[in-house]
């Protein structure tokens, strides 16, 4: 079992529509971050969480520690929001690094 | 712009030549990374570097070896090229403390034929 599962793999919205992905990991973390991957693109860093909430624009990331267990939302889903957004951790059995989920692949259609 | 500098965007090399991928940073960050990304891997830990003089392997250091040449640069060289590492590197870093997050470098798409 991986250590970092998110859900859906693959996600198709209509533009407006509000968007909820999923992400569980199975060890003690000290830190959460969620990725933004456009195709054939660069990554960028959207949040980094250690508990909370947090909010960037129609972007809001949640965590329960108790139940490790992080979502990310997408508010009014737009065209640009079309992305693989992965879910990686720090701490737990790779110490500083990060451990990566597998990514889900949004596609927001006008 | 503050941020990440991958060269090259893109290479392709014939087995067993070599090549080095040059990352740096201008964000005074302690911690540096190498990344490949597969399609069904997700991104896999090469090598990384936690400060200036020290580097460690990751998860899938064969093949390749690294320099951290000062604060600001992270090298990676792929000495003898082979199809295997047909991949995107992803150069990374990250300073220290709690509650800094990651930077990452555009990408180099590299083909080995």
């Known amino acids: 079992k991986n250590e970092v599962e998110q859900s859906p793999q693959n996600l198709t919205a209509q533009e407006g529509e509000f968007i909820t992905i999923n992400c569980s990991y199975s060890?003690?973390?000290?830190?959460l971050h969620w990725l933004q991957q456009h195709p054939g693109g660069g990554i960028v860093s959207l949040f980094m969480l250690s508990s909370g909430k947090k909010k960037h624009g129609r972007l809001i990331a949640t965590i329960n520690i108790q139940e490790k267990h992080s979502s990310l939302h997408i508010t009014a889903s737009h065209p640009r929001d079309s992305a693989v957004y992965i879910c990686?951790?720090?701490?737990?059995?790779?110490?500083?690094?990060?451990?990566f989920g597998g990514g889900t692949r949004v596609l927001v259609k006008p | 712009n503050a941020g990440v500098t991958q060269t090259p965007k893109f290479q392709v090399l014939k087995t067993g030549q070599s090549m080095t991928l040059q990352c740096a940073q201008d964000?005074?960050?302690?911690?540096m990374y190498w990344y490949r990304q597969d399609p069904g891997m997700g991104l896999r830990l090469i090598y990384y570097s936690a400060s200036e003089g020290t580097t460690d392997k990751g998860e899938v250091p064969n093949g390749y070896n690294v320099s951290r040449l000062n604060k600001r640069e992270f090298s990676l060289r792929l000495e003898s090229a082979a199809p295997s590492q047909t991949s995107v590197y992803f150069c990374a870093s990250r300073g220290t403390g709690g509650n800094y997050g990651y930077t990452f470098g555009s990408g180099t798409r590299l083909t080995v034929v």
């Open positions: 060890v003690g973390i000290s830190a």
């Open positions: 990686a951790v720090r701490g737990g059995t790779a110490g500083n690094k990060l451990t």
């Open positions: 964000m005074n960050h302690n911690s």
